[in-house]
């Protein structure tokens, strides 16, 4: 079933479970239930309440694990938010989850890969993004209404919870007319995963470090899904507005400082709307990365 329908949990409350296994785990499928969502907040819903979707979710995403007993636990050491991103990033990335991306858009996770896939290849200096945006690109290619990802009134807002969670997204500043608009701010995730690669205190190749990361969040512009939904790819030596922005923050808040030697054999050209030619041949991963 589709992540980004109604009947689906929210990030909030996968991560509400995920602390919850963290201080407490293992708990029964009645005591995790009777913690997060108490008979009281229940009374008068039609429907299951969150909890169950939200470990169905993480079951799915084999995050948890429910042995024959009953009894849930983290198949991981969740210790913290930014873990928690992480984690929930690789398992929506995984390839066995997002088979048939072009013929089969609303199956699982699938829906939501998707729908990145055009937000991300906005840029993040342009106005926020609207469903209505996503929509015009995705339309092109999945014509058939029941099979665009982003068509309805539910896929949308769920998404708008989704984007932030995963650090490829951020709500605006100052909110103007469309309450419900993002920004393709992939920041927190590119600082995640260059954190995880134990590249602190390194100068890398710009060119390998970019592949790194796309490789990582393969729904940036030039990553695999991306490529494989006919997003334009930019090539191993240009990078899409989406993820400069995002190491042009890096080097501004400190964690990564861009360098441009001579005798380097290929460079990649960074979109700087200050500097349009700037070209960077290596980028140093400054220790406090992880700070």
């Known amino acids: 079933m589709a992540f980004l329908n109604v009947d689906r949990a929210l990030p909030p409350q996968l991560?509400?479970?995920v602390r919850l296994l963290s201080a407490r785990q293992p708990l029964t499928d009645s005591q995790a239930k009777a913690l997060l969502s108490p008979d009281s907040l229940n009374a008068g819903m039609k429907s299951d309440p969150p909890y169950h979707s939200a470990v169905r979710t993480l079951l799915e995403l084999d995050l948890v694990n429910q042995d024959e007993s009953g009894k849930i636990s983290l198949c991981y050491d969740i210790p913290a938010l930014a873990d928690f991103q992480h984690r929930l990033r690789e398992a929506l990335f995984a390839p066995v989850r997002n088979t048939d991306l072009e013929s089969d858009p609303i199956t699982g996770n699938r829906d939501l890969?998707?729908?990145?896939c055009y937000f991300l290849n906005f840029d993040p200096l342009d106005p926020p993004v609207t469903r209505a945006k996503v929509d015009e690109q995705?339309?092109?290619r999945f014509s058939v209404e029941r099979k665009n990802p982003t068509p309805s009134n539910v896929r949308w807002p769920r998404f708008?919870?989704?984007a932030p969670m995963l650090g490829l997204g951020a709500t605006p500043l100052i909110s103007?007319?469309?309450?419900?608009?993002?920004t393709p701010d992939c920041t927190t995730a590119v600082r995640q995963v260059l954190a995880a690669t134990q590249l602190a205190g390194k100068t890398v190749s710009a060119?390998?470090?970019?592949?790194?990361?796309?490789?990582?969040?393969?729904?940036l512009p030039g990553g695999v899904y991306s490529t494989r939904l006919g997003i334009s790819d930019p090539g191993e030596q240009v990078v899409d507005p989406?993820?400069?922005?995002?190491l042009l923050r890096g080097c501004y808040e400190g964690w990564l400082r861009f360098e441009r030697f001579a005798d380097s054999a290929r460079t990649v050209t960074v979109a700087d709307r200050d500097d349009p030619n700037r070209r960077v041949s290596d980028i140093l991963v400054s220790e406090g990365i992880n700070g």
């Open 15 to 17: 991560w509400a479970l």
């Open 113 to 116: 890969i998707i729908v990145l």
């Open 138 to 140: 995705s339309t092109a």
């Open 160 to 162: 708008v919870h989704w």
């Open 176 to 182: 103007g007319a469309e309450s419900s608009a993002l």
């Open 207 to 219: 060119v390998e470090l970019v592949r790194t990361i796309r490789q990582a969040i393969p729904v």
């Open 242 to 246: 989406a993820l400069s922005f995002a």
